[in-house]
């Protein structure tokens, strides 16, 4: 890790005003002006997070950024808000779910690039249930958080699933090279 892990107070402040942006948002409401002064240095720094919502276990939305760009405590409520209403891939949180969400947030330490030239290196070149995954190919873009791997453990999978994501063939990642970039997260969820 490339940052101050957060304190388990901070966890919790993460967690609990992620929940309240999605009440918020979810019920039409706009989300307050935060007051940073009220907040820890590391919650009032930049940083890049990704809000994943689980339901009975299953993925409900994922929204994040992989570059930091705005206080932590702000990056999270957005994504928060965004996960439970904006993620394409499935209709918006709907009131009567909200209780049935698991909140889990990362925190992206900076992506490093890969270097590589020989495409059938990249696997070897991933660290498994450690590194997030980012492939780009020209205008197309797709990551993959660390706790991917729990799912996908193999790399030539993960790669292929990635591409797939990104809108390109599976096999796209073994015929030329991509830009490959990776990173670590500090993950924590709500109490079951």
Not at 137 to 158: N, S
Not at 164 to 169: E, N, S
Request: charged share 25%.
């Amino acid at each position: 890790m490339m940052f101050e892990k957060l304190s388990e107070s901070d966890k919790k402040i993460l967690l609990k005003l992620a929940r309240q942006s999605i009440i918020l948002a979810v019920g039409g409401k706009p989300l307050p002006h935060l007051d940073l002064s009220l907040y820890s240095p590391v919650l009032q720094s930049d940083g890049a997070s990704f809000v994943t919502l689980t339901e009975g276990g299953e993925l409900r939305g994922c929204i994040g950024t992989l570059e930091p760009y705005q206080p932590l405590v702000q990056d999270v409520c957005e994504h928060a808000v965004a996960a439970a209403l904006h993620d394409y891939r499935f209709p918006p949180l709907q009131p009567s779910e909200i209780p049935l969400i698991k909140i889990e947030i990362s925190r992206l330490t900076l992506p490093q690039p890969v270097r590589y030239e020989n495409p059938l290196d990249l696997p070897s070149l991933l660290r498994p249930n450690i590194d997030g995954v980012t492939l780009r190919d020209g205008f197309r873009r797709a990551t993959f958080l660390p706790q991917v791997w729990e799912k996908i453990p193999e790399p030539y999978d993960f790669l292929g699933h990635l591409c797939q994501k990104m809108g390109a063939p599976s096999d796209l990642w073994q015929k030329k090279v991509l830009s490959v970039s990776i990173y670590q997260v500090e993950e924590f969820r709500e109490e079951e």
